[in-house]
């Protein structure tokens, strides 16, 4: 009898650890292993890491999040690093770390600005995060460029340097002889913006700098790219259905939009425009406002 009592005792255990399974992995995980979330660090960084901090995200190098900010943090971080994948946990003390990690990890736009502030190679195509009761978050990051369209597009920026950019011009002059040599060389590719014919990567700097062809994202990058090879502060605004560049020069937050400098016309004419060149968030919101109204809570520095 006793036997058999002990037996039906271990089946009712047996049943309560497989029902409860998730709930007694996680239990131990935090209160008997104690995951070393402390030990998290970051690791090589990339070549194309920005060691510099915006308003809305930083840097860190810590990995143990105790509210939403150093949530976003710690993917601004990642993301900045050129990491293809980062691990993190959320401590126990911080309860609500799970459930926000998920409104992040499906907020899409919220992910967008945080890309917007890293380097263009570094920035995400797609970007997955798993977590579990445990706390244990994963990263996944697809970027937006392949090797050889980086090499491709670092081949031509080095060209621009040489033979149209001059070391004895002022850099706004620099910048403008960019500029304009984008612009000069590239068509807005309405078919793809208009009528979602994709023929040409113009949504990256690839488009224009070595297909000829461009949309918002694609001039964007583009001079994003020509920025930090003058060492220029900058990252890429974006409103509802537009994106452009923010740059700081002479201590002064500017737009810069080759979009808008670059206007479709009905006869395809090419014009070069400098309307939307280094301008300060007054006269933007002046000049335009239906496509250029962004969240200045994000972008802080470029506060009126």
């Known amino acids: ?23 007694i992995t996680a239990f131990i995980n935090k209160y008997i292993l104690k995951t070393a979330e402390q030990e ?90 798993e977590y579990d009761n445990s706390g244990k978050v994963t990263i996944t990051i697809q970027k937006s460029y392949t090797t050889e369209e980086i090499q491709a597009i670092d081949e031509k920026i080095n060209e621009i340097q040489t033979t149209v950019m001059n070391q004895n011009l002022s850099v706004e002059e620099n910048i403008r002889l960019a500029h304009d040599y984008i612009i000069n060389h590239s068509i807005y590719d309405s078919d793809r913006s208009d009528r979602n014919i994709i023929n040409y990567k113009s949504d990256i700097a690839y488009g224009p700098l070595i297909e000829g062809y461009g949309i918002c994202g694609g001039y964007t990058d583009a001079m994003e790219l020509i920025l930090e090879k003058l060492n220029i502060k900058s990252y890429k605004v974006s409103s509802n259905n537009h994106i452009w560049n923010a740059l700081l020069l002479n201590n002064q937050w500017l737009h810069l939009d080759l979009t808008w400098n670059d206007p479709v016309t009905s006869n395809h004419t090419n014009i070069l425009e400098h309307n939307f060149f280094l301008i300060p968030t007054a006269t933007l919101l002046n000049i335009e406002q239906e496509q250029h109204t962004f969240d200045q809570t994000i972008y802080r520095e470029l506060e009126v």
Do not use: W
């Open 40 to 129: 998290v660090t970051l690791g090589e960084k990339n070549e194309y890491y920005r060691d510099y901090d915006f308003d809305y995200v930083q840097n860190t190098d810590d990995f143990t999040p105790e509210n939403r900010q150093e949530i976003l943090n710690i993917y601004y971080t990642a993301i900045n690093a050129g990491k293809k994948s980062f691990t993190f946990y959320c401590p126990t003390e911080y309860e609500d770390c799970i459930s926000e990690i998920r409104n992040i990890a499906n907020d899409q736009e919220t992910l967008s600005h945080i890309n917007n502030f890293v380097h263009p190679y570094n920035g995400f195509q797609h970007i997955e995060t």
């Open 1 to 23: 009898m006793k036997k058999y009592i002990t037996l039906g005792f271990l089946l009712i255990i047996l049943g309560v650890v497989i029902l409860k399974q998730e709930q």
